[in-house]
């Protein structure tokens, strides 16, 4: 027993030489390796990091001539708008195609039709009157030109007195019948009136925007008929606040002169229509809540009835326009969000480095701002968002546009540009070249 506890003791001690050893061959493999791959390492230096330039587009700022277009909105509304009413009482015995809401009828078409036989009885009997009354005033003057001139045969002395000779001379008589034909005249005309108003007509060329009668209803004096407005021409009231009318060319009270051109245009799900108009006048009373002054546009046919190929603006559709404003020289137009705080924008100096320059901006609404002063022709104006703390930081101008290209560019749409749109305006410039004077 003893001499296998010493064969297990040898075989023990030989397991562990075997382990050391191969421990010893791995670390010196492993020696060996790294020695090798720090001979064979590449030489390397240690470098300062390269500062890459920030990125930027620009617009060059170029001093011109702006009309400063005012946008407002409106509803359209009819120049004229009439609510029809009867005049006689009785039964509506015809009516025209066209009375439907949404018909078009011109000036004089008939639209209704009363029932006229009372009215025509009534004007037969007073074209009886009146041949009446002209046959008895035919006689009584017959009988006062015998009276007139037996009174010339009195003699001399006899009492002549003017009351005498007026009553000897039927005077009073032939007033007496004068005046009945008056009259008679007088209810033949209103006999044949009441027969017109028999027959409802269109007052002018209009469109029929709301029925209140029907075929067989009976009517009376003041029964509402129909509203009717008018399609000849249409207004849009617009507010303009007070703080930008001195950029307006506003009608000369009573100079009966047409104002600026306006572009109206509706934007439905993406389909833009417009329509021209003219600034026709101002209301020359500002709003006391919202001090605004309203001018009102006018639209000539606005349903397109003399055009080839109508595109209608429907009376209550709401619209917006855009007024050009009058010339206004020595502005630059920039895209409203390159605005800082403080009435600042951001410029490349002349050593390429961010710099702030305080501007003054005319009071103006839409996507762009028009600078009045701070800014001189061929300053750069950084188009490219950056943040304020990167003040003096150096940038690397990659587009160029002018101030009149762009503004040019995005004045074709009248939804005033939006910053994306500006920017892809600045993408498509010509790249670190400046745009031609």
């Known amino acids: 027993m003893a001499g296998n506890q010493s064969i297990r003791t040898v075989r023990n001690v030989a397991t562990v030489k075997r382990q050391f050893v191969v421990a010893c061959a ?193 009517v009376t004096p003041g029964t509402q008929l129909a509203e009717v407005f008018s399609v000849e021409l249409a207004e849009v009231r617009l507010p303009i606040p007070q703080t930008r009318l001195p950029y307006l060319d506003l009608p000369g009270v009573g100079s009966g002169k047409a104002g600026a051109a306006i572009d109206l245009y509706t934007d439905v799900n993406g389909d833009v229509t417009h329509w021209p108009a003219t600034l026709h006048r101002s209301e020359g009373v500002f709003d006391e809540r919202s001090r605004v002054l309203y001018v009102v546009a006018r639209i000539e046919d606005p349903y397109g009835l003399s055009s080839p190929n109508p595109q209608p603006l429907r009376i209550g559709t709401f619209v917006t326009a855009n007024i050009a404003g009058r010339p206004m020289p020595g502005l630059v137009a920039l895209p409203r969000y390159v605005m800082r705080a403080g009435d600042n924008v951001a410029v490349v100096d002349d050593n390429n480095l961010v710099r702030n320059r305080a501007v003054t901006t005319l009071n103006t609404g839409g996507d762009f701002v028009y600078v009045s002063a701070g800014l001189e022709n061929g300053d750069e104006v950084i188009l490219t968002t950056l943040d304020s703390t990167l003040t003096g930081a150096e940038v690397s101008v990659v587009s160029r546009i002018s101030s009149r290209e762009l503004r040019q560019r995005n004045q074709a749409d009248p939804r005033q540009a939006t910053a994306g749109d500006i920017a892809a305006d600045a993408a498509t410039a010509v790249p670190g070249e400046a745009p031609p004077a």
């Open 26 to 218: 791995l670390l010196l493999a492993a020696a060996l390796i790294t020695a090798l791959l720090y001979t064979m390492r590449p030489d390397t230096e240690i470098s300062e990091p390269v500062y890459v330039p920030i990125t930027v587009d620009v617009v060059v700022a170029e001093k011109e001539t702006i009309r400063i277009p005012m946008q407002a909105q409106g509803t359209v509304s009819p120049l004229q708008q009439t609510t029809l009413l009867a005049e006689v009482q009785g039964r509506i015995v015809a009516a025209s195609e066209a009375f439907n809401v949404g018909g078009f009828v011109d000036q004089g078409d008939v639209l209704l039709r009363i029932d006229p036989r009372d009215y025509q009885a009534r004007l037969a009997r007073a074209e009886a009157a009146l041949r009446s009354a002209e046959s008895e005033q035919l006689q009584e003057r017959g009988r006062a030109d015998v009276a007139r001139r037996e009174w010339e045969k009195l003699p001399a002395g006899s009492q002549r007195t003017d009351e005498a000779r007026d009553l000897y001379l039927r005077k009073p008589q032939l007033a007496q019948v004068e005046g009945q034909l008056l009259a008679a005249r007088a209810d033949l005309q209103t006999a044949q009136d009441d027969l017109d108003r028999t027959i409802v007509r269109a007052p002018y060329r209009a469109l029929i925007g709301a029925k209140h009668a029907e075929l067989g209803q009976f």
